[in-house]
């Protein structure tokens, strides 16, 4: 028996064992696992930890893939985590970030530190 031809409820149980690289991994094996996990799954959990300017920029990017027009990406995320480790938040992030955090209606979860 194939993997996707495995009962939806079953598939969902198994994903939800996986860490997200095993996701990321399974999401790379076929255009049908792809199409499902990345959407769904991936984006899911985010957590940050803004150690140098690269995760500043990623960050941005994030921000500006989630404010983008006709953008479901923040519809899919339910945890979200900045962890500033004693490093200062730009100011010039904070209204974007506070626009992508409106555009995630199905946010559970918010720890910035």
Known sequence: MLL?????DILESVFRLLTQNSLLSLALTCRNMRDNLIPS?????????M???EMYQR?????????????TIGEIVRHFE???DNHDFPEELGPLVGNALQKMPNLR?????
């Open 109 to 113: 979860c918010l720890i910035i530190n």
């Open 41 to 49: 799954r991936l984006y899911s959990r985010i957590v940050l930890f």
């Open 82 to 84: 900045i962890h500033l």
């Open 51 to 53: 150690l140098n300017e």
């Open 4 to 8: 996707l031809e495995l009962n939806a």
């Open 59 to 71: 960050l941005l990017n994030l921000s500006n893939r989630i404010t983008a027009e006709d953008s």
